[in-house]
């Protein structure tokens, strides 16, 4: 993909992360422009990255040449930004990818004009540390390049997982885009409780965070399943078994089980909201 060139809308935290990622691997910064309208953003993305800015993406997009455009605007502006964007669109025909939460691909090839490519996504913020994970789903008219140009945009900050059916994207927004919320929600918690034990604050924290941080590692690197390792650290009668009983009783899975739910229709509000 070094060779397409990649014009992003919007040089928020997430457009970085990926622009970072990209350089990292080996895409020349000539191959990268990004439209932002607040100025002290736009400099900070030519000077620690040295891709070419702009204020309006309109003015951006008029200079050919850029095979993948990035939507990367909040949910509540992307379709005012992409139809003001139409008719350069339906001129050069890039392969549009969506990084907004609760935007359906047929939204956005309407709001484009119709009849365009189009890769929505789901990013999470760990992939501003290269360790975030991204569901994607190819809407029509994306062929095999557009599915692979995608996936290395995406993967330049971590992994990826394709969704076959586009109905599951909220899902993928309710557990693993809104994800890192829930863990840090867990460690302040852990934190707090902690202190409340006797613990010094400070102390309280590196317990908790180092605690989350190495669960998490051995997650993602011992190929053990969640349920396994939870098995093996809770020995019959101990301390964790009195904690894992406590969560248990006090219906730990089932309020996740909501809270994800509650955040997966909140995802398709948004769509309608929006349309």
């Not at 309109?58 to 379709?79: E, L, S, T, Y």
Request: charge should be negative; hydrophobic fraction near 50%.
């Amino acid at each position: 993909m070094n060779d397409v060139g990649i014009a992003f809308i919007g040089g928020g935290n997430m457009a970085r992360s990926l622009i970072g990622g990209l350089l990292a691997r080996g895409t020349d910064p000539g191959r990268v422009r990004v439209a932002e309208p607040v100025a002290d953003l736009r400099d900070a993305l030519a000077r620690e990255y040295g891709v070419a800015v702009f204020e309006q993406a309109v003015d951006m997009v008029a200079i050919p040449g850029a095979g993948a455009w990035v939507f990367a605007v909040k949910p509540q502006v992307m379709r005012r930004v992409c139809e003001g964007l139409a008719s350069a669109a339906q001129a050069q025909r890039p392969l549009a990818i969506s990084i907004a939460a609760g935007i359906s691909s047929a939204q956005l090839r309407r709001w484009l004009g119709g009849d365009l490519a189009v890769v929505r996504t789901m990013p999470n913020t760990p992939a501003l540390l290269g360790a975030g994970v991204t569901g994607l789903y190819a809407g029509e008219h994306v062929e095999a390049a557009g599915r692979a140009l995608a996936e290395g945009l995406l993967s330049a900050t971590g992994q990826t997982v394709w969704i076959q059916d586009e109905a599951l994207m909220d899902a993928v927004t309710a557990v693993s885009g809104s994800g890192p919320a829930y863990v840090f929600l867990l460690a302040e918690a852990m934190t707090d409780a902690g202190i409340a034990e006797g613990l010094p604050a400070e102390a309280a924290r590196t317990l908790a965070l180092q605690t989350v941080l190495g669960a998490a590692r051995m997650l993602t690197e011992t190929g053990v399943d969640a349920a396994e390792l939870r098995r093996r650290v809770t020995s019959p009668n101990g301390t964790t078994q009195a904690a894992i009983e406590a969560f248990e009783f006090g219906g730990l899975r089932a309020l996740v089980a909501t809270a994800i739910h509650a955040a997966r229709v909140r995802g398709a509000e948004l769509s309608a909201a929006n349309d």
